[in-house]
């Protein structure tokens, strides 16, 4: 049987914004790690695919780049379809979570019930200090998360 929820972050703390996706859901975790398991991922995205057969529900984290404004939120539920088109970028993965998705879809047919929230980054070189912009929206994807999915 499948547990209810997964949260993931994906990124790269050591890639400015690219962390910010390992941010909240590390906040999240210390805020609520007896509710429900946490993952980190770095640039093997793949490594999510071991996650579909024991969840029912996974909500994913990342930096994306769309051009719009940084720290803008953005969500999707990737759940019933893969977007063909999406004009998102995802710093320095292997493989995009839409990639993961379309590859899990046609080997098994299906996948179960993702969220994913993307925070838009502007600074993806070496370091670890985030945009001002993408922490507040870090903070604030943080506080709507533990509201939505946790029910505080």
């Known amino acids: ?7 993931v972050g994906i990124g790269n703390e050591f890639r400015s914004d690219d962390g910010v996706g390992l941010a ?3 906040d999240l975790e210390q ?3 007896e509710r429900c398991p946490f993952y980190y991922f770095q640039e093997d995205t ?4 071991s996650l579909f ?24 539920d990737l759940t019933d ?13 292997i493989l995009d979570i839409f ?8 080997l098994y047919g299906s996948y179960p019930e993702i969220h994913f929230f993307g925070i838009e980054g502007i600074n993806f070189h070496h370091g670890t200090e985030m945009n001002d912009d ?7 994807l943080t506080e709507k998360l533990g509201r939505e999915y946790m029910g505080v």
């Open 1 to 7: 049987m499948k547990s209810e929820v997964c949260f």
């Open 24 to 26: 909240v859901v590390r």
């Open 31 to 33: 805020k609520y790690s």
């Open 46 to 49: 793949i490594s999510i695919l």
């Open 53 to 76: 057969e024991l969840y029912s529900r996974i909500v994913i984290v990342d930096a994306v780049v769309t051009g719009e404004k940084p720290g803008t939120i953005h969500r999707l």
């Open 81 to 93: 379809h893969i977007p063909d088109s999406v004009e998102m970028k995802f710093s320095g993965h």
């Open 99 to 106: 990639d993961v998705l379309r590859m899990e879809k046609e």
């Open 134 to 140: 993408v922490k507040i929206a870090a903070d604030r």
